[in-house]
């Protein structure tokens, strides 16, 4: 599988301690107000009627405490004790090692959460046990509608893909198949998405494929103060039929970019000088760009997954793509038309649709 190369040992004692904090789980509601379940108790039956036969009919047996249903709180992390990116795309959290609760690892295979939106309207986290049962069906549609918080468009040519914001999916498409849920969805980098998120999430979806077992997986964005933009997310995975043999991890990973200095409390960003190169002009009516992990979602956010770049042609006013070979290129007003080269899952998180004549 491809699993990064510490996926699974331990970092240093001396960063655990730091950010020790940094657990995801826990069962609070998106407010932090904890879930209580109703207290059903045990069902009492009714005395007879004084001149009634007494009832020969067994007592009613007790029903059992349904599982509670599993929520995600944002960890209580002071983001000044985590390192400060030091050119590493993620850094191991509690030594690596995932902390779920007992009502997350009670959860059914198949479970997923996705937090409710704060005030500001930003992620608060996700949960899922992911199996085959989560993972996508059909192929993804598109997410180009979804504005997360600190949305801007930008472009430097030093950057994979040119777009220096992704909509970085929480839990990867690959991984439950979720498209445009808000709920879902973060404003974060290319580098976050790709460098980051993708490779812990192929990870996972490498596992369940090959063994068809089941990993819990959460995934929580932190930020700092009122920030629109989140400083990165903490990620944590353990495999379960195997108690984390398989896949086993805790990381925070950075929503940054080399070259580019972001303001998170407004999403605005600029050269840092530290890569040469200059921001593409004329972005104001260019084509979203959306995140994938995975299948170019979330990451899918995440996006692409390796496979090359080819031409295609746009249209700006329709939203399709094409093979330039297509005839309904030949139909395309030059005002509407776009030729690029990039990849398929790039063009598809733009919030471009596959034309379904030449079938790109």
Same mark, same amino acid.
């Given at each position: 599988?491809?699993?990064?190369?510490?996926?699974?040992?331990?970092?240093?004692? /001396?960063?655990?301690?730091?950010?020790?904090?940094?657990?995801?789980?826990?069962?609070?509601?998106?407010? #932090?107000?904890?879930?209580?379940?109703?207290?059903? +108790?045990?069902?009492?039956?009714?005395?007879?009627?004084?001149?009634?036969?007494?009832?020969?009919?067994?007592?009613?047996?007790?029903?059992? #405490?349904?599982?509670?249903?599993?929520?995600?709180?944002?960890?209580?992390?002071?983001?000044?004790?985590?390192?400060?990116?030091?050119?590493?795309?993620?850094?191991?959290?509690?030594?690596?090692?995932?902390?779920?609760?007992?009502?997350?690892?009670?959860?059914?295979?198949?479970?997923?959460?996705?937090?409710?939106?704060?005030?500001?309207?930003?992620?608060? +986290?996700?949960?899922?046990?992911?199996?085959?049962?989560?993972?996508?069906?059909?192929?993804?549609?598109?997410?180009?509608?979804?504005?997360?918080?600190?949305?801007?468009?930008?472009?430097?040519?030093?950057?994979?893909?040119?777009?220096?914001?992704?909509?970085?999916?929480?839990?990867?498409?690959?991984?439950?198949?979720?498209?445009?849920?808000?709920?879902?969805?973060?404003?974060?980098?290319?580098?976050?998405?790709?460098?980051?998120?993708?490779?812990?999430?192929?990870?996972?979806?490498?596992?369940?494929?090959?063994?068809?077992?089941?990993? /819990?997986?959460?995934?929580?964005?932190?930020?700092?103060?009122?920030? /629109?933009?989140?400083?990165?997310?903490?990620?944590?995975?353990?495999?379960?039929?195997?108690?984390?043999? +398989?896949?086993?991890?805790?990381?925070?990973?950075?929503?940054?970019?080399?070259?580019?200095?972001?303001?998170?409390?407004?999403?605005?960003?600029?050269?840092?000088?530290?890569?040469?190169?200059?921001?593409?002009?004329?972005?104001?009516?260019?084509?979203?760009?959306?995140?994938?992990?995975?299948?170019?979602?979330?990451?899918?956010?995440?996006?692409?997954? +390796?496979?090359?770049?080819?031409?295609?042609?746009?249209?700006?006013?329709?939203?399709?793509?094409?093979?330039?070979?297509?005839?309904?290129?030949?139909?395309?007003?030059?005002?509407?038309?776009?030729?690029?080269?990039?990849?398929?899952?790039?063009?598809?998180?733009?919030?471009?649709?596959?034309?379904?004549?030449?079938?790109?």
């Amino acid at each position: 599988m491809n699993i990064p190369s510490r996926i699974t040992r331990r970092a240093s004692a /001396l960063f655990a301690a730091a950010v020790l904090a940094c657990v995801l789980g826990g069962c609070s509601a998106a407010d #932090d107000t904890p879930t209580e379940l109703a207290d059903t +108790g045990s069902v009492e039956q009714a005395a007879p009627a004084p001149d009634a036969p007494a009832s020969s009919a067994p007592a009613e047996a007790e029903t059992p #405490d349904a599982p509670p249903e599993p929520t995600v709180e944002a960890p209580t992390v002071d983001l000044a004790a985590i390192p400060a990116y030091d050119g590493n795309p993620y850094v191991y959290v509690n030594d690596g090692e995932p902390v779920f609760t007992d009502d997350q690892r009670a959860s059914a295979p198949g479970t997923e959460f996705y937090g409710e939106l704060d005030d500001l309207g930003r992620c608060t +986290g996700t949960f899922a046990v992911v199996g085959a049962e989560t993972m996508p069906t059909e192929e993804r549609g598109s997410i180009g509608e979804v504005k997360p918080t600190g949305w801007q468009m930008a472009k430097y040519e030093f950057v994979d893909g040119k777009y220096l914001y992704n909509r970085c999916h929480l839990l990867g498409f690959q991984l439950t198949g979720e498209n445009a849920n808000t709920a879902n969805l973060i404003t974060g980098t290319r580098y976050l998405n790709i460098e980051g998120m993708l490779p812990f999430e192929n990870a996972v979806a490498d596992y369940v494929q090959a063994t068809g077992n089941h990993v /819990l997986m959460a995934v929580v964005p932190l930020f700092e103060g009122d920030e /629109l933009v989140a400083r990165g997310v903490c990620m944590m995975a353990e495999s379960v039929e195997d108690g984390g043999d +398989g896949v086993s991890f805790n990381v925070f990973c950075y929503n940054v970019q080399p070259g580019v200095t972001i303001d998170y409390a407004t999403g605005d960003n600029h050269l840092d000088g530290t890569i040469e190169g200059t921001p593409l002009p004329d972005v104001s009516g260019a084509p979203e760009a959306s995140a994938g992990n995975a299948a170019a979602s979330s990451a899918d956010a995440s996006a692409d997954t +390796g496979k090359g770049t080819a031409e295609y042609v746009l249209n700006t006013n329709s939203k399709k793509f094409h093979v330039p070979s297509c005839s309904s290129v030949k139909q395309m007003k030059d005002a509407n038309r776009q030729d690029v080269k990039d990849t398929r899952e790039n063009i598809v998180n733009q919030g471009y649709d596959p034309c379904k004549r030449c079938n790109p």
